[in-house]
T-cell receptor
Framework: EAQVTQNPRYLITVTGKKLTVTCSQN?????MSWYRQDPGLGLRQIYY???????DKGDVPEGYKVSRKEKRNFPLILESPSPNQTSLYFC?????????????FGAGTRLSVL | GESVGLHLPTLSVQEGDNSIINCAYS??????FIWYKQESGKGPQFIID?????DKRQGQRVTVLLNKTVKHLSLQIAATQPGDSAVYFC?????????FGTGTSLTVIP
């Protein structure tokens, strides 16, 4: 089944403790992206990648890192999480390198930073 | 950042009626637009998209209209069903980035 898989689905952590949220897609898509969703603010793009080894900042990249060593994986790294990073996170992928295509979203990761 | 807004945060319609959800965008450089549906506890799901060289696009029970003059996008759902109850987002693409609206919550009354 074609899908975008995020892990974990739920995570509670403490301020400053490094964490990684994994994202994997099995559709051979070039474009991958991370979003955070907060009440009243909609989805905001954190980082995106147009292909392997190519990553770019989105609208709200501060406090986050990403890597794209393989086409299928696009992990989101929080080196030193803070409470304002408590949010619902979504990974998405789409065919092509421009992003101007249908994005397929994962089921989301709900993160709480205490 | 870009501003993609929705005219109404909530919308209630009777089952069988048509629904119209509106969206305004601010950047005339936007050249690709998508409507997503998000059900509770799930990720956004693609509904329909439209490129800036088009004014209208139709899918199954859904139509998207794009008015570039006033930077306005609308989603029309025909014969709305209970399964259409969800939050609907519009998104615009500029370059390689996406900007989402804050969403409209659609409730279908049986």
């Amino acid at each position: 089944e074609a899908q975008v898989t995020q892990n974990p689905r739920y995570l509670i952590t403490v301020t400053g403790k490094k964490l990684t949220v994994t994202c994997s897609q099995n559709m051979n898509h070039e474009y991958m992206s991370w979003y955070r969703q907060d009440p009243g603010l909609g989805l905001r793009q954190i980082y995106y990648s147009m292909n392997v080894e190519v990553t770019d900042k989105g609208d709200v990249p501060e406090g986050y890192k990403v890597s794209r060593k393989e086409k299928r994986n696009f992990p989101l790294i929080l080196e030193s999480p803070s409470p304002n990073q408590t949010s619902l996170y979504f990974c998405a992928s789409s065919p092509g390198t421009s992003g101007k295509n249908i994005q397929y979203f994962g089921a989301g990761t709900r993160l709480s930073v205490l | 950042g870009e501003s993609v807004g929705l005219h109404l945060p909530t919308l209630s319609v009777q089952e069988g009626d048509n629904s119209i959800i509106n969206c305004a965008y601010s950047n005339s450089a936007s050249d690709y637009f998508i409507w997503y549906k998000q059900e509770s506890g799930k990720g956004p799901q693609f509904i329909i998209d439209i490129r800036s060289n088009m004014d209208k696009r139709q899918g199954q029970r859904v139509t998207v209209l794009l008015n570039k003059t006033v930077k306005h996008l609308s989603l029309q759902i025909a014969a709305t069903q209970p399964g259409d109850s969800a939050v609907y987002f519009c998104a615009e693409n500029i370059g390689n980035q996406f900007y989402f609206g804050t969403g409209t919550s659609l409730t279908v009354i049986p």
